[in-house]
């Protein structure tokens, strides 16, 4: 009897809404398709703020139908047909009204990566993008490493070697992605070009970088073995060749520590500059922000990681200790508790 009630229990109703952000980039479509997919005993439902045309690709690709809807007072109506039994918002910031007017139709309400006053009103708010100073954030932030869900073609590593054999000469990645907005790329690719030692360098463009490659495409003709690599998935097939990437401190931390590579980041905002994850208790070489970075500065840590064997499978090890590949089960049942309201976190 037990199990025939079980068999007829009611699916779950969850509804995820996603805003484009430009300082977030694509990665909140990956987290969002992610988790919808694992949800697969739920109803899932996916709203999508318009224009979004950049991660709308993300969603279709994985199998999802996302509605579009181009302002947040459309919501409420269509939230009162379903009657879901959580929500997930990812994307930009919220403001308080926005959940305030969603609050009637749905018990549960979660938001990914929200310093915005949407965050004070809702029920819980997880953040990837955590920062040292907690005082001030109320008892229903939590963050931690484990916010990051790790999208799925990262996870298709099937082996990864315990020891990387370096490459001749050593290969330097710079991966700038969610908009570059002060062009650290080719800031980065200036200074690296000044290192007078034989050094491979790729230089990884995404769909969000603002800038013309003019600039760029004449610096990588000046030099032996460099290179640019446009494509969406660069990331993904430059991690198991690199020996030092250096990249932002956004999300991109999280996809390099999934696999394990030396890594300097640098931050592209001043929100950036206060992320606590990618930081040398993690694995990483921390800069601070990027356009105040010194020639010598970005030298002397590619050059640390180079020269210091030991230095580099620290960070390595550092890494992959973090068992990122464990997170999407640690939130899927997280959003399930939600959804089945055996959760004990009280917002405030």
């Known amino acids: 009897m037990q199990n025939e009630t079980q068999a007829i229990e009611p699916k779950k109703t969850i509804v995820f809404i996603i805003e484009s952000c430009i300082d977030k980039g694509l990665y909140p479509f990956e987290r969002v398709s992610t988790l919808a997919r694992l949800l697969t005993h739920e109803k899932v439902v996916i709203f999508i703020k318009s224009p979004s045309n950049d991660g709308m690709p993300i969603l279709i690709h994985a199998g999802l139908s996302p509605i579009v809807f181009n302002h947040f007072n459309e ?36 938001h990914f990566d929200d310093f915005g006053e949407g965050g004070q009103a809702c029920d819980c708010v997880l953040l990837a993008l955590y920062q040292e100073v907690k005082d001030y954030l109320p008892s229903h932030y939590i963050g931690g490493s484990f916010v990051f869900a790790l999208p799925e073609i990262y996870q298709q590593f099937n082996s990864i070697p315990d020891r990387k054999i370096a490459e001749d000469p050593p290969h330097i990645v710079v991966a700038f992605e969610d908009g570059d907005e002060h062009n650290l790329t080719y800031r980065t690719l200036r200074h690296l070009t000044q290192l007078q030692i034989p050094l491979q360098i790729t230089v990884m463009i995404d769909d969000c970088y603002r800038h013309a490659t003019d600039d760029l495409q004449m610096m990588v003709l000046s030099r032996r073995n460099t290179a640019i690599l446009r494509d969406k998935n660069a990331l993904l097939q430059l991690l198991p060749k690199a020996d030092v990437i250096i990249c932002n401190a956004n999300y991109t931390p999280y996809k390099i ?6 890594c300097i980041t640098l931050a592209q905002s001043e929100a950036e500059l206060l992320h606590a994850f990618p930081r040398e208790q993690n694995g990483f070489i921390h800069l601070g922000l990027g356009r105040k970075m010194k020639q010598s500065q970005i030298q002397n840590a590619v ?20 068992n990122l590949a464990n997170n999407n089960e640690t939130l899927q049942t997280l959003l399930l508790d939600f959804a089945y309201d055996r959760h004990n976190i009280a917002s405030t």
């Open 75 to 110: 919501l409420p109506q269509q939230i009162k047909e379903i009657q879901p039994d959580l929500i997930v918002r990812d994307g930009r910031n919220s403001e308080g009204w926005q959940v305030q007017n969603l609050r009637p139709y749905c018990k549960a309400i979660i």
């Open 257 to 262: 520590a999934s696999y394990g590579v030396p």
């Open 303 to 322: 050059m640390e990681l180079l020269l210091h064997e030991a230095r580099s499978e620290r960070a390595i090890r550092k890494q992959r200790q973090l």
